[in-house]
């Protein structure tokens, strides 16, 4: 005879899938559709009937180690997805149990979490105008030097004695002209360059911590893996506007970049993340919105999945006495 299970014993279950399924869709779902199809990984509906507990449990957590250890599902896994290896997350063993409950749960196989096809679409972002000045001035100074080696070219066609004298004035005339711009621009453009000065004392310091293929916040320093496991990331950041903020940002693995995207989806700012250094990056998001800092190198097959969003809340302003630093999206 089968018992039911008492009902607070049903409503810890169900509670425990919500809580996975949530994970699931903040962790799993740039690589995985839970019914959705195959992805960059294995669609995992059904997973929990073809693999055993003990060995998604492993795999979740330690996807890597069970590589190194050889075991053969893993290595076949990574023969089937082009040698692409998921990355360790650093999930904690209850997260992986959350999940677990979830994927093996009534509501799993449904495809609703799966991004392949159903990502929500992006605002479409409204950089238009800077980047094709940019592309344009781009292009005209292209044409230009084009102009110049082709006037150059031709002109020699037929050897003609060289004023060497007259040469070397005109070349100082263009020097002079050319040192003149660049101060020029340098001086025009440098104090609205959207970083702090070095030792300003930032409002809040954040710990950015890049690895293949997202990014972890902390309020704490992380240097390993471990740490995060220790879950002491910030699940979701949230930043007061024109509050000065200290990212300072390593990798657990190669060299990343990390570059925030402000609501228009435009680069701010960027550092790179370099496993063994700290890089800090002092800046002060004045606009509200959504933001994104995305990798910024090249850092293997899952580059173009890494990312993670921030959002700056203008709550609470912060009335400063300080002398504001150049700040960065008006
Ligand atoms: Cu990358």
């Not at 799993?28 to 959705?36: A, L, Q, R, S, Y």
Request: with cysteine.
């Amino acid at each position: 005879m089968i018992l039911a299970a008492p009902v607070w014993a049903q409503e810890d279950a169900t509670r425990e899938a919500e809580e996975g399924r949530a994970r699931f869709e903040q962790k799993c779902t740039v690589c995985h559709t839970n019914g959705g199809g195959d992805h960059i990984g294995p669609d995992l509906a059904g997973v929990t009937a073809r693999r055993s507990r003990e060995w998604l449990r492993q795999f979740i957590l330690q996807p890597d180690r069970l590589l190194a250890d050889g075991d053969a599902v893993a290595v076949e896994l990574l023969n089937k997805y082009n040698g692409m290896p998921m990355p360790n997350l650093g999930l904690a063993a209850d997260d992986v149990e959350e999940i677990l409950a979830y994927l093996a749960g009534p509501g799993a196989g449904t495809g609703a979490t799966g991004r392949a096809g159903g990502r929500e679409p992006q605002p479409a972002p409204d950089m238009l105008l800077a980047q094709s000045a940019i592309l344009y001035t781009f292009l005209a100074i292209t044409a230009l030097i084009v102009i110049v080696f082709a006037v150059v070219v031709s002109s020699t066609r037929t050897p003609t004695a060289v004023d060497v004298a007259s040469a070397y004035r005109l070349r100082r005339v263009l020097f002079s002209i050319a040192l003149v711009l660049v101060a020029g621009v340098a001086i025009v453009t440098l104090p609205r360059a959207p970083y702090a000065r070095e030792g300003t004392a930032a409002d809040r310091i954040v710990y950015v911590a890049a690895r293949q293929y997202d990014f972890v916040f902390s309020d704490e320093p992380i240097v390993t893996a471990d740490d995060i496991a220790r879950s002491r990331r910030i699940e979701s950041l949230q930043l007061p506007a024109g509050e000065l903020v200290e990212f300072r940002v390593t990798s657990l693995d190669v060299t990343h970049g990390f570059g925030i995207y402000g609501p228009e989806r435009q680069l701010l700012v960027q550092t790179q993340a370099m496993p063994g250094y700290v890089n800090r990056l002092l800046v002060r998001l004045n606009r509200p919105g959504p933001y994104l800092a995305l990798c910024m190198e090249y850092c293997a097959g899952g580059h173009h999945l890494m990312q993670a969003s921030f959002t700056v809340d203008d709550a609470k302003p912060i009335a400063s006495h300080r002398t504001q630093p150049p700040s960065i999206a008006r």
